[in-house]
């Protein structure tokens, strides 16, 4: 079906379940999958997937468009993989503007000139910046 096309097709953004990410490579094997870390199970949930996609050498490319802690994990762990070749999802539409997302950390993680340095801090790499995380909750 996927070959009929001359565009990619990629799936998997809304899918929480190992085993339906299995069946619809199976069935529908797209050129790229995308899981997102909110809900294919967190990071243990996207490692798994990952390594079925490894086991079915299909390319990985991340949907979590928010920035931050979602966004800063899903990266932590396609970092680790060398079938994640395709560009991580950033989107203002989920995030709001990304210098209102990036203030909440001491040193965030945004694309420039097309790439994104992953900290080597430990867990997900983000800290967070205290007085914008407080000022932030004063606003909602």
Same mark, same amino acid.
């Given at each position: 079906? #996927?070959?009929?096309?001359?565009?990619?097709?990629?799936?998997g953004?809304?899918?929480? &379940?190992?085993?339906? +990410?299995?069946?619809? @490579?199976?069935?529908?094997?797209?050129? @790229? #999958? $995308?899981?997102?870390?909110?809900?294919?199970?967190?990071?243990?949930?996207?490692?798994? #997937? +990952?390594?079925?996609?490894?086991a +079915?050498?299909? !390319?990985?490319?991340?949907?979590? !468009? /928010?920035?931050?802690? /979602? /966004?800063?994990?899903?990266?932590?762990?396609?970092?680790g993989y $060398?079938? *994640?070749?395709?560009?991580?999802?950033? &989107?203002?539409?989920? &995030?709001g &503007?990304?210098?209102?997302?990036?203030?909440?950390? $001491?040193?965030? @993680?945004?694309?420039? =000139?097309?790439?994104? =340095?992953?900290?080597?801090?430990?867990?997900?790499?983000?800290?967070?910046?205290? =007085?914008?995380?407080? *000022?932030?909750?004063?606003? @909602?």
């Open positions: 079906m #996927v070959d009929a096309l001359k565009v990619a097709v990629s799936f953004e809304n899918e929480r &379940s190992l085993y339906n +990410f299995r069946d619809l @490579i199976l069935v529908g094997d797209p050129d @790229i #999958v $995308q899981p997102d870390i909110a809900m294919a199970g967190g990071v243990t949930g996207l490692r798994k #997937v +990952f390594t079925l996609c490894e +079915f050498n299909k !390319p990985m490319m991340p949907h979590c !468009p /928010s920035a931050g802690i /979602s /966004s800063a994990a899903s990266l932590a762990v396609y970092a $060398q079938h *994640a070749v395709r560009p991580h999802e950033f &989107s203002y539409e989920f &995030s &503007s990304l210098e209102a997302v990036t203030q909440l950390y $001491q040193e965030p @993680i945004v694309p420039k =000139d097309g790439y994104v =340095d992953v900290p080597d801090r430990p867990g997900h790499g983000l800290v967070l910046a205290e =007085d914008a995380f407080e *000022a932030a909750k004063l606003v @909602i």
